[in-house]
């Protein structure tokens, strides 16, 4: 080792205590950014940037090193260019394990290699340090972090987190949340480092996000059976801020976040101070903010407030708005149900007209309609028919199960659907009544099949004029028969192959 790299090391060794939380912290960024090769250098420049931030790194005095972050030396922008520099000449991983193994016994690797569940005290600060070490074991371990680093943190990062949980209830599952949580935070540090595409975003992070979502969901539902007083202070109360860090994530999963914020206060701070205090520390006009702002307000009943905070937003709040909709709706509470029905109403159409696509749009009318049906049949039947179109197969089946054959027609005209194809059992029904109410679905039907221009298409469009004639004759309007098969005949001499078809099927006679 030159005389440079020895003084730089011992530099370094002296001035950034591993003891210290917040430089351990900026320090496994850094790590990050470096392994992730985020780190480059303009020798024109003399700097080195890493993640869009300018470090300029004084080797003869680490402290005078500057980024153009702001934060303080030492942020995690000067650690990632510090190992880079370093790691270029000695052994970066020896380093490492030197500054760990200078630290004091309160915090070195023997104590934090002690499972929580071998230790009769249990705090958040404490899980939160048996965390942050099994992090730094398992990506110690990671040669290269790639795309595949979500499923690795799913699986054996988060999996290893839960081999470690307390073996008795609350603490089993209390421990599994945060260790849950802590793993969304890990995966959120990769996504800020890595270029994220919708493609990526949806191939290698939604699944594992989603089944860690899961999986903290069901920890919390067993939670709600559970006495978590005697952890109020230790653990709650602890963990709040830390929770409050989530909608100040910069990830491409804003919905995630806040989801996770919810779910974590709607079971875990059910305390009237708490939830006050959280309000007095969210002051920013941010979606995030507004929306976790009205959740408080939703978890305290006062609904009026609720809707004042998210009604000049509701098709980004739209979302949030039918959760606290449905779980009112569910409890079955006849008091709060009617406001927010009501508000639901009244955006329902312009969230479903903002969906970019056809088949989200069918997929959020259906959770829709599910939610007024259990509510209440008049609401519901508005329902169906302010959703239109994408509510025609509810609409549909419900006419016809209804009795109301005569309406349920008219709406298979009105949206032009084939029921001569794929109805039989209801045309069947209506024949034996009704033929009448089928002479313009016939029509209409023959006019389609005659449009596509295709010898098949004909052969069908004749079949279905037999069909015609069969029910004009049963109403005794052969006439109107005759005079209507004269008039689609004249108007399309053009098609030699139609008209051919219609001689093969003995209508016309040449």
Sequence with gaps: ????????????LRLFSYEDSSVREAAQKGLQFYRLSHVKE??????????????????????????????????????????????RQQDLMTLIHTWKS???????????????????????????????????????????????????????????????????????????VYSGVETFFKMSLCMQSQEMTSHRLDSFVRPYIYQLLEQIDSQLSQLKKEQLSPYKTSILSASISDIRELLQLSIPLPYEKVELYQMMWTTLYQDSTWMRNEQKELQENSLEQTIARAHL????????????????????????????????????????????????????????????????????VSMMLTLFESYDEAAYIRALRRLLPYSFIEYSRFLYERGDLKQWIEMQAAFRYNILEYEKEALATIKQDHKEWLLPIYHQSIHSLIEQRNRKSYEEAV???????????????????????????????????????????????V
Aim: net charge positive; with cysteine; hydrophobic share 30%.
């Design 1 to 12: 080792m030159n005389d440079s790299i020895a003084k730089t090391e011992e530099q370094f």
């Design 42 to 87: 303009s020798e024109a420049l003399q700097r080195t940037f890493v993640d869009n931030e300018q470090v300029h790194m004084d080797e003869k005095n680490l402290k005078q090193s500057t980024c153009s972050c702001g934060r303080a030396n030492p942020c995690e922008h000067f650690f990632a260019t510090f190992f880079h520099k370093y790691a």
């Design 102 to 176: 200078q630290s004091t016994p309160s915090v070195s690797l023997s104590t934090l290699n002690v499972s929580p569940s071998q230790t009769h005290t249990h705090s958040y600060k404490s899980w939160k340090k048996a965390f942050t070490h099994q992090y730094e074991t398992f990506i110690q371990h990671q040669l290269n972090v790639d795309f595949t680093i979500y499923e690795k943190l799913y699986h054996h990062y988060f999996q290893k987190l839960q081999s470690q949980a307390p073996s008795a209830s609350p603490l089993r599952e209390l421990y599994t």
């Design 297 to 364: 307000l939703f978890l305290q009943k006062q609904d009026t407030k609720t809707i004042e905070q998210i009604r000049h937003q509701p098709i980004a709040t739209f979302l949030p708005a039918m959760k606290w909709a449905t779980t009112v709706v569910m409890n079955e509470d006849k008091k709060r149900a009617p406001q927010w029905m009501d508000y639901i109403e009244r955006h329902m159409n312009g969230y479903v007209r903002s969906l970019s696509s056809y088949q989200g749009s069918r997929n959020m």
């Design 463 to 509: 079949h279905h004029l037999h069909e015609l004639k069969t029910l004009y004759h049963a109403l005794q309007q052969e006439d109107e028969y005759k005079t209507y098969v004269e008039k689609l005949t004249t108007s399309t001499k053009s098609l030699r192959a139609f008209q051919q078809a219609l001689q093969k099927g003995q209508l016309i006679h």
